[in-house]
């Protein structure tokens, strides 16, 4: 079963916004960093952007910055990302993933920007922006 699900894709013009959910199993969200990565046709899975445990720190990568926000709410065990002025080059199929920091470091650094940190991935949900 899996520990983590994503919810919220969809398609959308270019200029709009869109919402993805994430939510985790207690277990796996209290002590977990977690990220979010992304997938286009034909290209290596990239990452986009990662909280810290308490949300108080985050990462993003360069393409989004700006642009995309990450946050978690604790209590609800969810973690989201909030994707505003999209572009045709989002499109991709949207991973959540956990990464234990037992496992990836109790620093939280460039190193939770590498997909084999995380060990807990979503099935993916798929954006598309049109141009």
């Known amino acids: 079963q899996a520990q983590v699900q994503e919810s919220g894709g969809g398609l959308v013009q270019a200029g709009g916004s869109l919402r993805l959910s994430c939510a985790a199993s207690?277990?796996?969200?209290?002590?977990?960093?977690m990220g979010w990565f992304r997938q286009a046709p034909g290209k290596e899975r990239e990452f986009v952007a990662a909280?810290?445990?308490?949300?108080?720190?985050?990462l993003y990568a360069d393409s989004v910055k700006g642009r995309f926000t990450i946050s978690r709410d604790n209590a609800k065990n969810t973690v989201t990302l909030q994707m505003n002025s999209l572009k045709p080059e989002d499109t991709a199929v949207y991973y959540c993933?956990?990464?234990?920091?037992?496992?990836?470091?109790?620093?939280?650094?460039?190193?939770?920007?590498?997909?084999?940190?995380?060990?807990?991935w979503g099935q993916g949900t798929q954006v598309t922006v049109s141009s």
């Open positions: 993933a956990a990464a234990d920091v037992a496992i990836g470091g109790y620093a939280f650094d460039d190193s939770y920007a590498r997909r084999n940190v995380y060990d807990d």
């Open positions: 909280i810290n445990r308490h949300g108080g720190s985050s």
């Open positions: 207690e277990r796996t969200f209290t002590r977990s960093v």
